[in-house]
């Protein structure tokens, strides 16, 4: 089975990384931490992201705790590291060591560190690992009773990464209903035991809902259709600019904004009803740009359940998605926006967005109680009181 072929492969690497964890321990004496901690949060960035916010939010949950964040991974930018800060915890930032190439051997040394610090901590510890590939190949030389707890934002590259430590892990969180069903499926294609799936819990991501409600106009003159995140692969940003110039062709009256650094794609303006807002921490400033928006625009060829798709809807933007992750579970046909027919083919895509839109500008009644639907929709279930009392608890349960 290739769960058993994988298990023996990391038991290969574990013999060749030995001496490093050992010189990482006998290091780790000399330099012990300065303080106790009982919670270890292992993130990869703090630079402006979805799963980035989600992480700053389980740092804010565990306030009360003594709690050291580690960040293990080189960050784009810092603008998230003030919520991270705000929560008041130690942080540290190994990137330097762990996430250098050409001096590897640094990232197996600090297994040793790290896992000597962990293990050495007195009374009750708990690790979170928060989509980090450090901490995964950390979580191997942990003590066996301290629990380990992971967090899985989607269906991607960690779902695999992460196979040869299952074992290491009491629980693994998961945001997106669809995507345990993923995971499971995955499970039985490597072999994996099956006492391994009820570990696996839902907790549905949270957002800071608006303070002050109100309700878009929609005049059928226009409609500004934003795109909201980063220009990785898998959000295939390209669409959306096609989708831009498609409508534009067909002479409908829409602008096309974006919201985070796509650069990497979008070297030079297409048309002129376009806007680039850039990275956005400035909640006010983030506030408006949803307010101006009516619809937001999900191209994605795989997600869990995007956390602008909660902010765009808790402040009235209609929903145009691909049917990935959750997505199903949330947008309703033309009560909460529509979804395309399908993922891959991008050309129909393009083709049924631009009808779309186009029915939209000549329909504001529609738009309008699609924005109120969304509005009550997001007040009801993406709060964060719900996703705090479920972390909460999953902390309490481990170091109360």
Same mark, same amino acid.
């Given at each position: 089975m290739l769960y058993t072929l994988l298990i023996l492969k990391r038991i290969l690497e574990d013999i060749f990384i030995l001496p490093f964890v050992w010189w990482g321990r006998y290091l780790s004496a000399h330099k012990p931490l300065k303080e106790q901690y009982e919670l270890f949060l292992i993130f990869p960035f703090y630079h402006i992201g979805g799963a980035e916010k989600v992480h700053a939010q389980i740092a804010a949950v565990a306030r009360g705790k003594k709690c050291l964040v580690i960040f293990t991974r080189k960050s784009q930018n810092d603008l998230l590291l003030p919520q991270f800060k705000a929560a008041g915890h130690t942080i540290i930032d190994i990137s330097f060591y762990t996430d250098n190439k050409t001096k590897y051997w640094n990232n197996l040394i600090y297994r040793g560190i790290l896992s000597a610090h962990i293990n050495k901590q007195p009374g009750k510890v708990m690790v979170f690992n928060g989509q980090s590939n450090f901490a995964y190949k950390l979580s191997r030389w942990i003590r066996h009773d301290i629990p380990q707890i992971e967090l899985i934002h989607s269906l991607s590259s960690f779902s695999y990464i992460r196979i040869p430590f299952i074992r290491y892990y009491r629980d693994? #969180? @998961? =945001?997106?209903?669809? &995507?345990?069903?993923?995971?499971?499926? /995955?499970? !039985?294609?490597?072999?994996?035991?099956?006492?391994?799936?009820? !570990?696996?819990?839902? =907790?549905?991501?949270? #957002?800071?809902?608006?303070?002050?409600?109100f309700s878009k106009q929609f005049t059928g003159k226009g409609l500004n259709i934003l795109y909201a995140g980063r220009d990785s692969i898998e959000k295939r940003v390209h669409i959306v600019r096609k989708i831009g110039m498609a409508c534009i062709v067909s002479n409908l009256p829409v602008t096309v904004s974006y919201m985070g650094d796509v650069s990497g794609v979008i070297k030079t303006y297409e048309f002129d009803h376009e806007k680039f807002y850039g990275?956005?921490?400035?909640?006010?400033? /983030?506030?408006? #740009?949803?307010?101006?928006?009516?619809? /937001?625009? =999900?191209?994605?060829? $795989? $997600?869990?359940?995007? @956390?602008?798709? @909660?902010?765009? @809807?808790? &402040?009235?933007?209609i929903i145009l998605a691909t049917p990935v992750g959750d997505m199903p579970v949330h947008i309703r046909e033309g009560i909460n926006g529509f979804l395309f027919s399908q993922v891959e083919n991008e050309e129909k895509i393009i083709e049924e967005a631009q009808q779309l839109i186009s029915k939209l500008v000549s329909d504001p009644v529609s738009c309008s109680a699609i924005s109120e639907n969304n509005i009550q929709y997001a007040r009801t279930y993406f709060g964060l009181d719900k996703f705090e009392q479920h972390y909460q608890k999953l902390f309490d349960q481990y170091l109360l």
């Amino acid at each position: 089975m290739l769960y058993t072929l994988l298990i023996l492969k990391r038991i290969l690497e574990d013999i060749f990384i030995l001496p490093f964890v050992w010189w990482g321990r006998y290091l780790s004496a000399h330099k012990p931490l300065k303080e106790q901690y009982e919670l270890f949060l292992i993130f990869p960035f703090y630079h402006i992201g979805g799963a980035e916010k989600v992480h700053a939010q389980i740092a804010a949950v565990a306030r009360g705790k003594k709690c050291l964040v580690i960040f293990t991974r080189k960050s784009q930018n810092d603008l998230l590291l003030p919520q991270f800060k705000a929560a008041g915890h130690t942080i540290i930032d190994i990137s330097f060591y762990t996430d250098n190439k050409t001096k590897y051997w640094n990232n197996l040394i600090y297994r040793g560190i790290l896992s000597a610090h962990i293990n050495k901590q007195p009374g009750k510890v708990m690790v979170f690992n928060g989509q980090s590939n450090f901490a995964y190949k950390l979580s191997r030389w942990i003590r066996h009773d301290i629990p380990q707890i992971e967090l899985i934002h989607s269906l991607s590259s960690f779902s695999y990464i992460r196979i040869p430590f299952i074992r290491y892990y009491r629980d693994t #969180i @998961m =945001i997106s209903k669809n &995507r345990i069903s993923d995971h499971l499926e /995955l499970y !039985r294609k490597f072999g994996i035991p099956e006492t391994y799936d009820s !570990r696996i819990k839902y =907790i549905l991501n949270g #957002i800071p809902l608006p303070t002050q409600t109100f309700s878009k106009q929609f005049t059928g003159k226009g409609l500004n259709i934003l795109y909201a995140g980063r220009d990785s692969i898998e959000k295939r940003v390209h669409i959306v600019r096609k989708i831009g110039m498609a409508c534009i062709v067909s002479n409908l009256p829409v602008t096309v904004s974006y919201m985070g650094d796509v650069s990497g794609v979008i070297k030079t303006y297409e048309f002129d009803h376009e806007k680039f807002y850039g990275n956005v921490a400035d909640t006010a400033q /983030l506030n408006h #740009i949803y307010e101006s928006a009516d619809v /937001l625009l =999900i191209t994605s060829s $795989e $997600e869990g359940f995007p @956390m602008v798709v @909660m902010e765009g @809807m808790a &402040r009235g933007c209609i929903i145009l998605a691909t049917p990935v992750g959750d997505m199903p579970v949330h947008i309703r046909e033309g009560i909460n926006g529509f979804l395309f027919s399908q993922v891959e083919n991008e050309e129909k895509i393009i083709e049924e967005a631009q009808q779309l839109i186009s029915k939209l500008v000549s329909d504001p009644v529609s738009c309008s109680a699609i924005s109120e639907n969304n509005i009550q929709y997001a007040r009801t279930y993406f709060g964060l009181d719900k996703f705090e009392q479920h972390y909460q608890k999953l902390f309490d349960q481990y170091l109360l």
